[in-house]
């Protein structure tokens, strides 16, 4: 049974920095990436960022192009994404989930078959 489980979430002040963490485990069959996902108070959950786990190309969506940054470390089973220059319209839980990503748009995995989902973190941006 495919788990991903977050950390890494919490409140910080517009224009600061935080880093959320997922944990990999019980895959048994390959999959095209790993990525973030979030979902606003009153909004659909959209996509953030992928990145392929055999090529590590990486996508992100316009909202956060330029200002977060999507890794992985296969070590680890482990997968970041580091998010600088926050701002309140970043607030949202941040679900990390397996993913394909195509030209600036992310979606989940269910495009190929291989959907999972971790239970998400809270990120709070507030003065």
């Known amino acids: 049974q495919v788990q991903l489980v977050e950390s890494g979430g919490g409140l910080v002040h517009p224009g600061g920095s935080l880093r959320l963490s997922c944990v990999v485990s019980?895959?048994?069959?390959?999959?095209?990436?790993i990525g973030w996902f979030r979902q606003a108070p009153g909004k659909e959950r959209e996509g953030v960022s992928c990145?392929?786990?055999?090529?590590?190309?990486?996508t992100y969506t316009d909202p956060v192009k330029g200002r977060f940054t999507i890794s992985r470390d296969n070590m680890k089973n482990t997968a970041y994404l580091q998010m600088n220059s926050l701002k309140p319209e970043d607030t949202a839980v941040y679900y990390c989930a397996t993913c394909l990503g195509i030209s600036n748009r992310v979606y989940n995995g269910s495009r190929y078959g291989m959907e999972a989902w971790g239970e998400g973190v809270l990120v709070t941006v507030s003065a």
């Open positions: 990145i392929n786990t055999h090529t590590s190309e990486t």
């Open positions: 019980g895959v048994t069959k390959d999959y095209y990436g």
